[in-house]
């Protein structure tokens, strides 16, 4: 497929994706870093360029809300949002999932209050990983536009009716321009196909009821029935990378592994920061040290099984995790990936790092490596360490 | 009252049948009840209009509607049937709330 090489920052790309899926409705409020992505959609629709009817609302509390509504009546639906309006969204957020409403939702992660703080980290999105929704993370503006592309796929396949969020680093990736391939928008819909509701609040041949009374006698069943939509998310994804690979040559999955076949160290990480990491992870190969990179895309549903066989057998791995879970034990990913690997006899250690978008530099990286090479020869490192911050 | 087998529920909870309030039973979370005096009652109707559940009985197997009285299954005693009711019978109401003692 011939596609276009173009300059955008991550919330144009991101902009252009949506805008590609040709979506009925989109209800969003403006909050930094989001604020572009969202703007830029409303030049695409003031310029006659797109036929989305824009709902603008008070809240993002409203904007999910809209989305949700929409989505039920049977349009293709997609907001966006960061940090705190996420937080406002809290609510809503959970009731899209529990109606199975495949409304797309870019999340430009952002830290949350207190102190405020408009930078980079993953709080936000962290913060709603129990919520229902499909979780996908981008590394980098090229990364951000696929995602934007797949996750339309990925949520309206029959079998899963489930929101997505497509998450990109908060000004690191949003508001910096970047080389990527566009699809055409003919061959970008294409792949996206046309929208198939499966059931419409406006069908009024066919009335339902919609989010009503769930109380003791059958809220635990629909939970339980919500639980199960979960195992067959991980196929389609799997499928869809990889019709989304024969189109475009960029093979996408669970995670990407980098230099992780022969590594006996392995970092986990997510988002913006593997691009810092491969560059570090390059220079230590170099000297013949072998570590590498498990870079997860697919963050809800959590890839258990993927994550316990690639990390088996490797003699130290670390999990780097840009936001923290005050009194857990570690951040978020760090808790999954130890999780994942019960029963395995590997070193595992996290990091906490970059919150409130503090930079992610190359001596972090090489801490990180060193502290590796020591555990992976049965040296003792902290279960839980902070990285990048003044002590 | 059966439950569905949770694989025969619909997706996201959804309810395809409509009228099914008529079949959850929601009569038990009233502190006030609506009393039916049928002498003042001038068949109006407007009790069974505003009901927001499903709580006015009506026989509708004759010429005209006629109002029966209240299925306490459904009546959540919100007072709203009474205060639309019309004292239309010399100012008098055919509805009037009073405290349910149970």
């Not at chain 1, 529990?98 to 980079?120: E, K, Q």
């Not at chain 2, 395809?16 to 109006?44: L, M, S």
Request: charged share 20%; hydrophobic share 40%; proline share 4%.
């Amino acid at each position: 497929m011939e596609q276009k090489l173009v300059a955008l920052s991550g919330n144009e790309a991101v902009a252009y994706a949506f805008k590609q899926a040709r979506p009925h409705v989109a209800s969003a409020f403006p909050i930094t870093p989001q604020t572009e992505m969202m703007h830029k959609y409303a030049e695409f629709v003031a310029n006659g360029e797109s036929t989305t009817e824009m709902i603008l609302v008070e809240s993002e509390h409203s904007a999910m809300s809209a989305a949700v509504g929409s989505a039920a009546a049977g349009a293709r639906t997609f907001t966006a949002t960061s940090s705190a309006g996420f937080a406002l969204m809290w609510e809503v957020v959970y009731i899209a999932a529990s109606l199975r409403l495949p409304i797309c939702m870019a999340l430009v992660n952002r830290a949350l209050s207190g102190n405020i703080n408009i930078h980079c980290d993953h709080s936000d999105s962290m913060g709603g990983r129990d919520a229902g929704w499909i979780h996908l993370f981008s590394e980098n503006a090229q990364e951000s536009y696929d995602n934007a592309i797949m996750a339309w796929r990925i949520a309206e396949h029959m079998d899963v009716r489930l929101p997505v969020m497509v998450n990109y680093d908060g000004f690191i990736i949003s508001h910096t321009a970047d080389a990527l391939y566009m699809l055409p928008d003919e061959a970008a819909y294409e792949f996206i196909g046309k929208y198939q509701p499966k059931y419409s609040l406006l069908d009024v041949e066919n009335p339902i009821t919609v989010g009503p009374l769930d109380l003791t006698d059958y809220y635990f069943e629909h939970k339980s029935s919500q639980l199960a939509a979960y195992d067959k998310v991980p196929g389609v994804i799997q499928a869809v990378s990889e019709e989304f690979a024969a189109l475009t040559g960029r093979q996408y999955g669970f995670a990407e592994e980098y230099k992780l076949d022969d590594a006996d160290m392995v970092m986990v990480m997510l988002g913006s920061s593997a691009g810092t990491a491969k560059d570090v992870i390059d220079e230590y190969r170099e000297k013949g040290v072998k570590v590498g990179l498990l870079k997860l895309r697919t963050f809800r549903p959590f890839p258990v099984n993927y994550i316990a066989e690639k990390l088996a057998g490797r003699k130290a791995v670390c999990v780097l995790d840009r936001s923290a879970s005050f009194g857990g034990q570690g951040g978020p990913v760090f808790m999954e990936i130890r999780s994942a690997m019960y029963g395995q006899q590997v070193p595992i250690h996290g990091y906490i790092y970059g919150l409130g978008g503090r930079d992610f530099d190359l001596q972090q990286v090489g801490t990180v490596i060193e502290n590796l090479q020591k555990a992976a020869a049965g040296g003792a490192v902290k279960d839980i360490n902070l990285l990048g911050n003044r002590s | 009252m059966s439950f569905i087998k949770t694989n025969d529920l619909n997706e996201g909870g959804i309810i395809k049948e409509a009228g099914n309030a008529h079949d959850y039973q929601t009569g038990d979370w009233r502190t006030f009840v609506p009393e039916f005096i049928e002498a003042n009652c001038i068949q109006c109707m407007f009790c069974w209009i505003y009901c927001p559940d499903t709580a006015i009985d009506i026989d509708t197997s004759g010429p005209k509607p006629l109002m029966k009285g209240i299925i306490l299954e459904h009546c959540k005693g919100c007072g709203i049937c009474a205060h639309e009711c019309p004292p239309a019978k010399k100012g008098k109401s055919a509805l009037v709330m009073v405290r349910e003692e149970k």
